[in-house]
């Protein structure tokens, strides 16, 4: 396991301090890379926490290899990957809309794979009309928790 915390960018930090929809990479039993969607929040610029389904080949994943990486899309060109070690801070997130525990990564190292000139569209959620309003309070109080989250 990698000791030593490398930090993020400010810019980085400040996307993904309130909390911001991200791709969680692991590496699968048959040792292909998989890929699933979470929410992720930065607690400081070498640590952020994400969360991860119960009963999900992510979580196999996560508790067999004890790392992982995020792929981080948001708006201004911001495309990074940061990876590190994991570890398991907590085993159900009340606020989550399905059972999941919490997760923190310790930033080993990171990439801007932004490209000049181009701008990807973020990563984000769109709830249907109907749940909108719900959904979003459910996903300001799963971010509030994962920050005071066990650690």
């Given at each position: ?7 993020i960018p400010d ?27 979470v ?6 610029p ?12 992510t ?15 948001g ?20 606020a ?8 923190e ?17 973020p990563?984000?959620?769109?709830w249907?009309?109907?749940r ?10 799963l ?9």
């Open positions: 396991m990698i000791s030593e915390r490398c930090p810019r980085l930090f400040e996307y993904l301090a309130p909390g911001a929809f991200a791709a969680l990479l692991t590496v699968g039993e048959d040792r292909y890379a998989h890929v699933a969607y929410w992720a929040v930065a607690l400081d070498a640590s952020l926490r994400f969360c991860a389904d119960h009963g999900s080949s979580l196999a994943n996560l508790e067999r290899d004890g790392r992982a990486a995020l792929q981080i899309i708006s201004g060109n911001l495309v990074f990957v940061i990876k590190g070690p994991v570890r398991k801070l907590a085993e159900r997130l009340a989550a809309p399905m059972p999941a525990g919490l997760w990564l310790s930033v080993a190292s990171f990439k801007d794979q932004s490209w000049p000139g181009v701008s990807l569209s990563v984000s959620l769109v249907p009309e109907a909108r309003e719900s959904m979003g309070a459910m996903e300001r109080a971010y509030a928790e994962m920050r005071s989250g066990a650690g």
